[in-house]
Structures are given as C-alpha cells and as structure tokens.
C-alpha cells in the first residue's frame, strides 16, 4: 500500500473524530479514494516518493463534515417578489429544473464549506434524486447525499401546505404503503413527520417497522410534545428538533437513538421574528410578536434537554435545516459553534458532525479518519479545540481522495 500512496498532507494537528486527544504534528496519506495512514509524522513508513505533499504548518486536520438535517430543494427562502412571507404560508412554484439549479448552487456550497456528505430530511418531488445521480456522475460538485424523498405526514400534517414536498397518509396500512413508495423512488432512509396530536402511534409503528423490515433507518421531525416520545417509542433511529424531558432522554439512550437538536436554525427563527416586531403590517407584527415569545420559551426548554442529553451521554448530531430567506444553507460550523453555547466540548461538537453522525446512520466508511476510511479530508486553519470558530472556513477540502478545494496558502 506504500507504493500507491499518491497523497500524502501534514498539518500541525490532527483530529481523527473518534474523541481521542489531537495528535500534533499528524499526517494523513491516502490511495485512491481511501484513506491508508494515520497518525503522526515522525512515526509515519516511507511513502511513495512520487505522490503529492501538502503541506499546512498551521492548519488542523478532521474528517469531512456531515450535516445530519438539510433540505436543499426548499425554494421558499429564495423569493423573487415582495409580497412573499413564509407566515402567510405561502409557496411560489417554480419549474423543477431551476428547483434543482437551486439546489445545486446550495450543495456546492455546502461541498466548500467542508460538508462531504449530507442528509437530505426532506425533499420537493423527485428532483433530489436526479441531483444525487448528477453529483454521483460527477456532472456538479457536491456533498455525498443520503436522501429521504418526501416527508410522510398524516393527511393535513406537518408542512402539508407547501407544495411537493410531502406524502400524506392514513391508517397503519397507508404509512406502509407511504414507506415503500418513498423507498422505489430512491430513497435511502425514511422521514416521518410529527407536530403531536396528528397522528396515531399505530401508524407510526407501522411506519419505522416497514422501514426498518427493508432496511432503511427512520429520522423523525418532532418539534412538539408528546412527538418525541411517540417517536421513541416506535423505535426511530434519530429524531429532529425539539425540546425531549429526561425521561424521553434516558428512553431514547437506552435504545440507541440520536437527537437532532438544531440550535442554529432555532436561534434564526428568534433573530427573523425579532426583526419583524415592528412590521408595517399589523397583522404580522403580531404574529411576529406571539412567534418570538414561544421561541424564547422553546430555547429555554432546549437548553434544559441539552444540559441533561450531554450529561448522560446520548449521541448528539449536527444539523442545520436551513431554510429562512437570508441564512446560508452551508450553516454547518454555526451549527457546531452553538453545540458549544449549549454546553458541548469542542470535541463533542465535532463528534456531532463527524463520527458521532456517521455511526447513527450506520455509516461505517466516513466519519473519521482511520485506515480503510473513505478519504474526506478537510483542513481548518488554527486549533478549533480551543477557538471552535476555526471551524468557520476550511482551507482544504478532500473528497473521496480528490482536491475540490485548496485554498492559495493550503
């Protein structure tokens, strides 16, 4: 394997994902598309002479970022007129060709940002799964995407207003029926969607049973109570936002299922409606007002349920689920920075984003970087251990063995 080495990079530190204390001085070496070494320099066999070195004497090393909740197919943070509010509930359509030029632009965002692969939580018809086949090509640059297709709500559920982006249900049968058609249409695990009292535990069983009976994992949208224990108590393999008691945290640890908190976008939500306050229109003022106070409340909640979630050990994830008009979609090392706000190590943030991601998904080839790994690498400048804002920019992104970005002092 020393002979095919034919990229070699040293950085003063190196973060392998796994938890374990930076190693300083670290090199990684790969062949191909994966990764061969680990480990420090000094210790490093003799490679071959002839593969590629970079070089980052201030630069720190880690595995390439998983957002574990994006939609880049949501078109309703991108209006083209003023009259356009997300309160109003309102969907401009727009022809799936430049929904997917949309999508495209937001991916190879994401892609220089350091996220190499990506959970698609929901998606507008169809039109991810021609993205995910033209990234796969290599026709456009972009994240390695797991995809969900639509949401399955119950009929008149979550998000069933905005157009294409959910399959409505009915009955244990229905929901069953709702998982295998998202699943022949490509997907490769299984969004359901909660707001509390729209659905039945029945039918949630059902659901994350036929899931998990064809081998798809199961990511549950859970914003309000009781959704997170009925979630957790039909065996979800993560759930996505909101506010779980210490209950529902011991229940979900005990069986192995991951949270989703999604501090960013919670935080963007505060900052949108805190700027709308004083709206021209009454109407939205209001609304504006009401949708601030509970968001003040549900960010105490959160910090509560991440307080306890940290201390007894449960798997926290990184995500972003940006979809506000204004707010980047590559969101990422935001998200990371308030994993930290909220109470998590530097170290802890990046397993949220990195190891801690890949092993709820059961995705045993990315993560981190260990020999046999998929070759993502990324570089940040500085020590993000103790300025996690060195997250910000990375100045190397390697995917799958290949450089598709380097910046001019990397």
């Known amino acids: 394997m020393v002979e095919q080495v034919n990229l070699i990079i040293r950085a003063k530190m190196l973060i392998d994902g796994l938890g374990a204390p930076a190693l300083q ?3 990684v070496a790969i062949a191909g598309d994966k990764i061969v070494y680990v480990g ?4 490093a066999p003799e490679f071959n002479p002839h593969a590629q070195m970079i070089d980052l004497p201030n630069a720190c090393l880690l595995p390439g970022l998983i957002d574990m909740h994006a939609h880049p197919s949501y078109y309703w943070d991108q209006p083209d007129n003023a009259t356009y509010t997300y309160e109003a509930e309102g969907a401009l359509v727009y022809s799936p060709l430049t929904i997917a030029m949309m999508a495209t632009n937001k991916i190879r965002q994401a892609l220089m940002t350091g996220i190499t692969t990506l959970r698609d939580t929901g998606s507008v018809n169809d039109i991810m799964f021609e993205v995910r086949t033209a990234v796969r090509k290599g026709l456009i640059p972009g ?3 797991f995809l969900c297709g639509k949401l399955i709500t119950p009929t008149g559920g979550h998000v069933h207003y905005l157009g294409g982006l959910t399959n409505q249900a009915d009955s244990p049968f229905g929901f069953r029926t709702a998982v295998r058609e998202e699943i022949r249409a490509g997907a490769d695990f299984i969004k359901l969607a909660n707001d509390g009292q ?6 949630f069983d059902a659901a994350v049973d036929e899931a998990h009976r064809l081998g798809k994992k ?5 914003s309000v109570p009781p959704s997170q224990r009925m979630a957790i108590d039909a065996g979800a393999d993560t759930f996505e936002h909101g506010t ?3 209950e529902e945290i011991d229940l979900a640890l005990k069986k192995g299922i991951a949270w989703t908190p999604t501090l960013s976008m919670t935080h963007d939500y505060l900052k949108y409606y805190q700027d709308r306050l004083t709206h021209d229109n ?3 003022a209001q609304f504006a007002k009401e949708q601030y106070g509970s968001t003040m409340q549900y960010i105490e909640r959160k910090h509560a349920s991440m307080e306890y979630a940290l201390k007894v050990g449960m798997k926290i994830l990184a995500g972003t689920d940006t979809f506000i008009q204004g707010i980047r979609f590559d969101a990422l090392p935001d998200e990371i920075r308030w994993l ?4 998590a190590t530097s170290m802890q943030a990046i397993q949220a984003a990195t190891s801690w991601a890949a092993e709820s998904m059961g995705w045993t080839d990315i993560g981190t970087l260990e020999p046999g790994k998929r070759a993502d690498v990324i570089a940040v400048e500085g020590n993000p251990l103790t300025d996690i804002r060195a997250m910000d920019k990375a100045v190397l992104v390697i995917q799958e063995g290949k450089i598709v970005k380097r910046e001019p002092n990397a």
């Not at 729209?198 to 039918?203: G, K, M, R, V």
């Open 218 to 222: 199961v990511a549950f949208h859970t």
């Open 25 to 27: 001085r670290g090199v």
């Open 340 to 343: 930290t706000n909220y109470g």
């Open 244 to 246: 779980p008691t210490q």
């Open 40 to 43: 420090k320099a000094a210790q």
């Open 198 to 203: 729209d659905c039945t535990q029945e039918e």
């Open 282 to 284: 009454p109407r939205l």
């Open 143 to 145: 994240p390695r995407m």
